[in-house]
């Protein structure tokens, strides 16, 4: 018989694997068949869209929903019922609509086939329109008509300029406002690139697997993993130095949020003295990707570096160091409180600082290599 697993426990083995861990070195840690981390990754893997993040089932149930309304708008033009309607019972049909204020003109002229301008042109027309709607119908028109001489290159402000070429003087809000009820979306290609060059930029992989420093406190790394003690998943956060593989900064918590990753960071922060240059480097972990760690590595002038997307070994220190304490500490222990496990931790990492010999540092103790370092300094 198969062994059933909690979903809470499936949710967090897919959530390291979104991360960027690997399958195989998921499968080795946690002692899974790769092909039930492959099940559970497609049955729980978010689907991200520009709107918000689905799970697979509920992502299928929209789609299923968009085919439906999909086919049902088919039957209904098969029909030819919206071709056969007079176009001013369409244009009295969408007038009634509008005023309700549930849909954009876009949408509803899409539905009954209808001209944006012709809808405009008939509310202008319109005998009993109010002054102000007879203007805005007009600068509608005006908006759509310089837009589409443009090639749909133009956006708001460069609208704006033309319309006041013209004698007609209104704000860059309003044609934006109008041009997002007329969907119109100017294409930019060189905006797209600096945007996403920006984008690129801020999440840079500045280490590009060079996994060594000059000195202390100019690298640290950093990452989470997580243990099951009586029940209850217990989550580590450590944070290490580069040139002496020193554990600079860790921390247990119940919780795999923010601000565990911040918390972390700002022990090891001040505890080493505030360091100058230095750069922080993690996977793609929302905890380190959230505005507040962020925002705090850019309070305390540290440069911020991300593995690449699906490329567990971009932080290979930080996993090995993992894989050492697991291998020589935490899988030898029966852990039957939290407090266990903290005491575990504790002693484990002042062992590998202070006692254990590191192949990196030609067998010399992290503490070690950095006294070595400062006694040379002065």
């Known amino acids: 018989m198969s062994k059933k697993y909690p979903n809470e426990f499936k949710e967090e083995v897919v959530r390291h694997y979104e991360q960027g861990k690997s399958i195989k070195s998921i499968s080795q840690e946690l002692h899974l068949a ?116 443009s090639a749909q290159r133009y956006g708001a402000e460069k609208i704006r300029i033309v319309l006041a070429d013209s004698g007609i003087r209104v704000g860059k809000k309003r044609i934006v406002a109008i041009m997002k009820e007329l969907d119109l979306h100017s294409v930019r290609p060189e905006a797209k690139q600096q945007f996403k060059k920006q984008q690129q930029e801020q999440k840079k992989n500045w280490l590009e697997r060079s996994f060594t420093a000059q000195r202390p406190n100019q690298t640290w790394v950093s990452d989470i993993t997580y243990f099951r003690v009586e029940g209850y998943w217990l989550y580590l956060c450590i944070v290490l130095d580069l040139y002496s593989r020193r554990i600079v900064g860790f921390k247990v918590s119940k919780n795999a949020s923010t601000n565990l990753v911040t918390a972390t960071f700002r022990a090891a922060y001040e505890e080493r003295g505030r360091p100058k240059d230095l750069t922080f480097h993690s996977d793609w972990g929302t905890q380190y990707t959230s505005k507040a760690m962020t925002a705090l590595l850019q309070k305390c002038g540290v440069r911020q570096s991300f593995s690449a997307t699906a490329r567990p070994h971009d932080n290979a220190v930080a996993e090995t160091f ?57």
């Open 34 to 149: 790769q092909s039930t981390i492959y099940r559970w990754a497609k049955e729980l893997c978010s689907i991200e869209t520009p709107v918000r993040k689905y799970t697979p089932t509920e992502f299928d149930k929209l789609f299923r929903h968009a085919k439906k309304l999909e086919h049902e708008l088919e039957i209904i033009h098969c029909t030819g019922l919206v071709t056969e309607i007079p176009l001013q019972k369409k244009l009295a049909l969408l007038e009634g609509i509008y005023h309700e204020g549930k849909y954009s003109v876009y949408e509803l002229c899409e539905a009954l086939n209808v001209a944006r301008g012709t809808f405009y042109n008939h509310i202008f027309r319109r005998a009993d329109r109010s002054g102000r709607e007879r203007e805005q119908a007009e600068l509608m028109l005006k908006i759509q008509q310089i837009f589409d001489d």
């Open 322 to 378: 993992f894989a050492t304490f697991k291998k020589e500490e935490a899988y030898r222990r029966e852990y039957t409180s939290e407090d266990g496990f903290r005491k575990s931790v504790q002693r484990f990492i002042q062992f590998y600082n202070e006692v254990r010999p590191h192949r990196t540092l030609k067998y010399q103790t992290p503490q070690g290599f950095e006294d070595a370092y400062f006694a040379a300094k002065r």
